[in-house]
């Protein structure tokens, strides 16, 4: 078999998981010298924008006619579709608000020309078309795509953890922030694969990864409260990267 | 007869964004600099959001950029409740800014500028020509990367800046480690001014630019002082960052989600540029031996001398975060933990120099620390304005008219420029009550 053809695109997003690829300085010539990256546009001006693609990996929110016409595009070329990050899996910080009043964000922001921009409420890429892998993070951690990339080079599907932050920030026996310190800390429901990034620092997790599927809901929302933390504010923290994913504490995707 | 000069997809910038510049026979009739990054209406987002929760979430504008915004904003939000921070983090944020510059720098000249001037698609095909100049880049942006890992805790987003300090403080020996990768950062950057110094020249649009940049009190720096310097035909004039308006008289335009701003009815650029151009003056030694080496001469005419400017800062960058680290080193880190935050009614705005140039945050709270109303104003946006305005200067003193070598020159500006287009949407102002 000859090296995989290899698309890498940015719907509306920061462009953070794009540039942890690019922050990979120490394996950057080797992935693409194992890959054939055709279509990356943030990187090179000589782009193949039509060939058949073996992987897609997108990264960023569907937020415009645009974006979607893009991802549907991108979706009919490729055998495989990895959405990478937040935006991409779960809808990300653009989702927070599950879309209230965008008619009425976009005229606060552009004035009266807001209503002629082409701006749609935010969603993540399951939600728009079939998603095949899904490597969540805010941004993704370096480790988890060069797993990727290695596992798909040897035929294998990536696997990821589904247990929570929590487990991880145990292991580096850090001392708990919400059970000890009474902080708003999101470790029992955010799915690990950070190493307990922030925690480790003293700083409690937002929940920038999405849910963890093998979370314990009920117990941790029951600690909020118990800790005299308001629904409103546990609500308002959850929403924050995962729509209403983490705050629902289970996902739907694709 | 009319043409048009269309570039539908800008490649190697960050985010999304065209150009169109329509000609009747060789005369420039309109100039598009097109903007067409969704709108992800983020500041609006923050109305009600408590302001521990406002930094992790305006980092998430840009990722190249995330520590300037991360901490431009934590530092308009200890304004706006009076909180001062202790010298030693103000140290500290100084050299997150400086990993983050150090990484953008390098990103930028050698990922995204540098295929231009060797005639290249990407950093990736040169590789295959110039095998040392891409690893000598990637060495570079590692660098920074390392710095940004270990005072930020993370290279994107960073997360151990908090309000009132940070989280953990970095080891002895993690320190040590960033000393050893500067040292060999400071024979890197005499390769890479070589390097730079030695391209093709790139002069082909000639401006009378007016530049707006932070006037920095102390040393040459990106998050120090209020001051505002705006240089135009040769005068100066000071602006505080409370008075950071007069810089954003912006309007909403149909082709671009990015608004667009002017000084005294002038477009005006930021940046590396506009920094050196302001702080002329009192340049340290390290950056004037940079900029004669690499051949920029101050005030610059040449909008493509950005790039030779931001390997100056990259050069100067590097040795004073060397400086800053073994004087770290040598003094030792007092242990301490954020000072405490107490919300109160107030609004507060703060400035900086991100990578790419002028920053603003300015946010009002109410009692309880909720946020009432954002504004957040980004380098990119500044300068859309004055990109259009350097894209007809190009195509105007053009001796080449065809379409292909005039797409090549406009695309070239418009990386110079090392535009950030998540960013430039980003421009907001809600009103209390709305």
């Known amino acids: 078999m000859g090296k995989p053809r290899v698309g890498i695109f940015g719907l509306t997003g920061c462009a953070g998981d794009q540039l942890v690829i690019l922050n990979c300085e120490d394996q950057l010539l080797d992935l693409v010298t194992a890959l054939d990256i055709r279509d990356f546009l943030t990187a090179s001006s000589a782009n193949d924008a039509g060939c058949g693609l ?14 979607e016409e893009q991802l549907r595009r991108i979706r009919a070329r490729t055998k495989l579709l990895a959405a990478i990050g937040t935006c991409a899996v779960w809808g990300g910080v653009a989702a927070m608000d599950g879309n209230g009043n965008r ?12 209503s002629s921009y082409d701006s749609t409420p935010a969603r993540a890429l399951h939600e728009v078309v079939r998603v095949d892998l899904n490597i969540s993070g805010c941004p993704i951690e370096k480790e988890q795509i060069l797993a990727a990339v290695a596992n798909l080079l040897n035929g294998n599907p990536p696997v990821y953890p589904a247990y929570p932050v929590c487990t991880e920030c145990r292991m580096r026996e850090n001392n708990c922030l919400l059970v000890e310190k009474d902080e708003v800390c999101c470790g029992p429901l955010t799915v690990a694969g950070c190493n307990a990034r922030c925690p480790e620092l003293n700083v409690p997790c937002v929940g920038c990864r999405g849910p963890a599927d093998d979370a314990n809901v009920n117990s941790a929302l029951a600690m909020f409260v118990e800790k005299g933390v308001s629904r409103e504010r546990i609500a308002m923290r959850l929403r924050t990267f995962a729509g209403a994913g983490l705050a629902a504490g289970q996902g739907e995707r694709g | 007869m009319s043409r048009t000069i269309t570039v539908e997809h800008l490649a190697r910038v960050e985010g999304h964004g065209g150009i169109t510049v329509e000609l009747d026979e060789d005369a420039v009739t309109s100039v598009q600099f097109d903007i067409f990054e969704g709108a992800r209406l983020l500041e609006a987002l923050l109305r009600g959001r408590s302001f521990e929760d406002v930094s992790p979430i305006v980092s998430r504008i840009c990722a190249i950029c995330s520590a300037a915004h991360s901490l431009t904003s934590l530092k308009a939000t200890e304004n706006a409740f009076g909180v001062e921070v202790s010298p030693q983090t103000a140290l500290l944020r100084d050299l997150l800014y400086r990993g983050e510059s150090i990484e953008s720098h390098a990103l930028h000249l050698f990922c995204l500028a540098l295929p231009d001037y060797l005639n290249h698609p990407s950093v990736t095909a040169l590789a295959a020509d110039h095998p040392d100049a891409v690893r000598l880049g990637l060495r570079l942006k590692k660098l920074g990367n390392s710095i940004q890992e270990t005072i930020g805790g993370r290279a994107v987003h960073p997360v151990n800046a908090v309000p009132g300090g940070f989280g953990k403080l970095p080891s002895m020996d993690q320190l040590v480690a960033l000393r050893n990768g500067l040292v060999e950062g400071m024979a890197d950057c005499e390769a890479m001014l070589d390097l730079f110094g030695s391209l093709p020249p790139a002069d082909f649009c000639r401006a009378d630019t007016v530049f707006a940049a932070l006037s920095s009190p102390g040393d040459y720096g990106y998050c120090s002082g209020d001051e505002i310097a705006v240089l135009s035909n040769g005068r100066r004039q000071a602006l505080r960052a409370a008075e950071y308006k007069s810089l954003t008289s912006e309007t909403a335009v149909p082709h671009s989600h990015a608004k667009h701003s002017s000084f005294q009815g002038r477009p005006f650029m930021v940046g590396a540029l506009a920094r050196l151009t302001a702080n002329r003056e009192k340049l340290p030694r390290r950056a004037e031996q940079a900029a004669r080496r690499i051949g920029l001469t101050l005030p610059s005419a040449n909008p493509m001398d950005n790039n030779k400017a931001q390997a100056v800062e990259l ?61 957040v104003v980004t380098p990119t946006a500044l300068n859309a304005a004055s990109i259009e305005d350097h894209f ?43």
């Open chain 1, 103 to 114: 008619a009425k964000l976009l005229e606060d922001v552009y004035g009266g020309l807001g």
């Open chain 1, 54 to 67: 073996d992987v897609a990996l997108v990264e960023g929110a569907v937020l415009s006619q645009r974006d």
């Open chain 2, 392 to 434: 007809g200067q190009a195509v105007r003193q053009s001796l080449e008219k065809e379409i292909p070598a005039l797409t090549r020159k406009l695309e070239m500006i418009a990386r110079a420029y090392d535009p950030c287009l998540s960013c430039s949407v980003h421009v907001v102002r809600l009103r209390h009550g709305v």
């Open chain 2, 315 to 375: 050069a100067f960058d590097v040795e004073y975060t060397l400086n800053l680290v073994e004087r770290l080193l040598n003094g030792g880190l007092e242990e301490e933990r954020p000072v405490p935050v107490r919300p109160r009614a107030g609004s507060g705005t703060a400035v900086s120099e991100a990578p790419r140039g002028l920053l603003f945050h300015s946010y009002s709270y109410d009692e309880q620390g909720r946020m009432i109303a954002a504004d």
